[in-house]
């Protein structure tokens, strides 16, 4: 994308992993996340599928210039057919106002950041800080590793920097997610995990234990204490 002048950021999984945990070992990733503006997302989404890539069904169509109303209506399209599937983004929440941050704005702030020894523009700390509080929230934080992500993210913006980026939720549209995100956090997890993969992972396997208790087989069958826990925020 870049060598054809299409701007761009890789953000959640693997660079999420880099950035806030120092290795993309330390965190799962299942898809290839973009973020673009809206106007190149028609060229950017042909790029990739001249690639090998194809589009998901039963999608809206990629939006093209003047499409105003599908770039309303959703804010990413999945180009499958190869693994690790890619998701291509325009903005980073479906609706607009959960996170007023425009991808021009992402860009200016971005960050260079080492994905497994290639080096990728991505989200700054704090922006994907927000972006991981807001889609957490939008999803009833109902994966352990968003509930992983967020103390580890947040204690990274610790002090000052936490108080700016908490003032700068609050102007985004994100104020009531973040705030959200901090009792989660604070309530489930009780202190933030240590940065360590090793701790990281007996970390989520406690929150699993403890909270959704699941049978011998890994499964399920009730929303569990976990869920109602979330909603009671």
Request: one cysteine or more; proline letters at 6%.
């Amino acid at each position: 994308l870049a060598e054809e002048g299409i701007p761009s950021l890789v953000y959640k999984g693997a660079a999420l992993a880099a950035q806030a945990y120092g290795s993309v070992r330390a965190r799962s990733a299942s898809d290839i996340d973009l973020l673009g503006a809206p106007a190149d997302a028609g060229r950017a989404s042909d790029m990739i599928t001249g690639l090998g890539w194809s589009l998901k069904p039963g999608q809206l169509t990629v939006p093209r210039s003047g499409q105003a109303l599908t770039i309303r209506l959703t804010c990413e399209i999945t180009h499958d057919g190869r693994w690790p599937s890619v998701d291509l983004h325009w903005r980073t929440e479906p609706v607009r106002a959960n996170l007023r941050l425009p991808f021009e704005e992402l860009l200016e702030y971005s960050d260079l950041i080492d994905v497994g020894g290639v080096p990728l523009r991505s989200l700054c700390a704090r922006h994907a800080a927000l972006v991981t509080v807001a889609h957490g929230t939008r999803s009833f934080w109902q994966a352990f590793k968003w509930i992983a992500d967020a103390p580890v993210q947040l204690s990274d913006l610790n002090g000052p920097g936490l108080d700016e980026v908490r003032a700068e939720a609050r102007e985004v549209g994100a104020g009531s997610a973040f705030a959200l995100a901090e009792a989660l956090t604070s309530d489930v997890l009780g202190t933030p995990p240590a940065r360590e993969e090793a701790s990281i992972r007996r970390l989520r396997n406690d929150v699993w234990r403890r909270h959704l208790s699941p049978d011998a087989q890994g499964r399920v069958e009730e929303p569990g204490p976990l869920n109602r826990e979330i909603w009671r925020f």
